[in-house]
């Protein structure tokens, strides 16, 4: 049974840091790019980063360009989104998501372009 699980949220300060990690299960990461997502409350589901199947391309949004990166060990089977420089705004349910590639190449920032979710792990930034 394909299951992607996030882990490594929390609460934290402005400026603070933290690694999320995405551990997938059931099928080979190395065939799938894999995205990270997150959602505030009240808010639609955005696309914060992704990665390829080879790890060789990956984009961000520009929202957390410089302050989050996004990375992958597929002989762990997991994927992982640093957070660094948090911000009050980076507050929300983050979600990671995978999808089986054409080209190893690319990977795609746009929720409807994946077809596996994990359940999520909440990041909390305040004060």
């Known amino acids: 049974q394909l299951q992607l699980v996030e882990s490594g949220g929390g609460l934290v300060h402005p400026g603070g840091s933290l690694r999320l990690s995405c551990t997938v299960s059931g099928f080979t990461v190395n065939y799938y790019y894999i995205g990270w997502f997150r959602q505030a409350p009240g808010k639609e589901r955005e696309g914060v980063a992704c990665?390829?199947?080879?790890?060789?391309?990956?984009h961000s949004a520009n929202s957390v360009k410089g302050r989050f990166t996004i990375s992958r060990d597929n002989a762990k089977n997991t994927v992982y989104l640093q957070l660094d420089s948090l911000k009050h705004e980076d507050t929300g349910v983050y979600y990671c998501?995978?999808?089986?590639?054409?080209?190893?190449?690319?990977?795609?920032?746009?929720?409807?372009?994946?077809?596996?979710w994990g359940q999520g792990t909440q990041v909390t930034v305040s004060t």
């Open positions: 990665i390829s199947g080879n790890g060789d391309t990956a």
């Open positions: 998501a995978a999808a089986a590639y054409v080209s190893p190449y690319v990977c795609y920032e746009s929720p409807t372009d994946y077809d596996y």
